[in-house]
């Protein structure tokens, strides 16, 4: 397989896989606008030259945005190898590259989040056990840091503490989101309108910072739903979904 690595140069012609190829689409500018800002950060997007679901993207995990203490860590941000990519080694060659590239630049290791049972949206934890990740910290309600150490000695990352038990003083319905994952700019004002139609409390927050990011109610801050204060999602959710979610929490 050939990949492609993202840069500033060709970040404007090359297709950014997961989303539609229109680069006029609000999904498309916003996502490649906030990959244009981490590219500068020491981001790596590495995808197959063919069109689809199959890349990977990390960066050093000071500048990630996550909460979670991982000084001297690569982050994968999202890791994702679907359809006719999958069963041909793929996902090894792109996690591989990751590998030697956080060793080259003499990294700790590599982390990411996962969960206890695969979820939407995140990496498959028994996949990531084959390859020798390890849980380094849990958080509320089933997300779990792994971590691959590239020496025993290798600190133990973790998440921040006040991110591990999700919660908001806010009342109603509240999705904190980036522009990390390119669906939260089409979906996030659609249930938007879809609650100010219905007279549903809702709000949404853009979390545009690195330093909000890391210091977010929750742990996976790329899409995160709240009700009435109390974590309920990470799953991107469309008009129908949130309607099926306000009938079964209200």
């Known amino acids: 397989m050939e990949y492609i690595k993202l840069t500033l140069e060709n970040l404007e012609k090359e297709h950014i896989c997961c989303a539609i190829s229109n680069n006029k689409d ?3 500018a916003s996502k490649k606008a906030w990959l244009a800002e981490r590219l500068k950060e020491g981001l790596v997007f590495l995808k197959s030259a063919e069109r689809g679901k199959c890349f990977i993207e990390y960066i050093p995990a000071e500048n990630a945005w996550v909460p979670v203490e991982a000084d001297g860590y690569m982050h994968i941000n999202c890791f994702w190898v679907s359809g006719s990519f999958k069963g041909h080694g ?7 590259a990751c590998i030697a590239d956080a060793k080259a630049q003499g990294k700790h290791g590599v982390t990411v989040i996962s969960s206890i049972k695969k979820a939407p949206f995140l990496s498959d934890p028994k996949h990531l056990a084959y390859k020798g990740f390890k849980i380094a910290d849990t958080a509320a309600p089933n997300f779990t840091l792994m971590y691959l150490p590239f020496e025993e000695s290798a600190p133990v990352p973790k998440f921040k503490a006040a991110a591990k038990n999700p919660h908001t003083d806010k009342q109603g319905f509240v999705v904190y989101y980036t522009h990390g994952c390119p669906f ?4 996030v004002p659609l249930v938007e309108q879809t609650a100010k139609d219905k007279g549903i409390p809702f709000e949404s927050v853009l979390i545009d910072s690195k330093e909000k990011a890391q210091n977010a109610p929750c742990v996976w801050t790329n899409y995160a739903v709240f009700y009435n204060g109390k974590y309920v999602s990470n799953e991107i959710l469309n008009e129908k979904k949130f309607i099926d979610l306000v009938e079964k929490l209200t």
């Open 26 to 28: 609000v999904q498309v």
């Open 90 to 96: 793929y996902s090894n060659e792109l996690l591989n």
């Open 184 to 187: 939260t700019a089409k979906y």
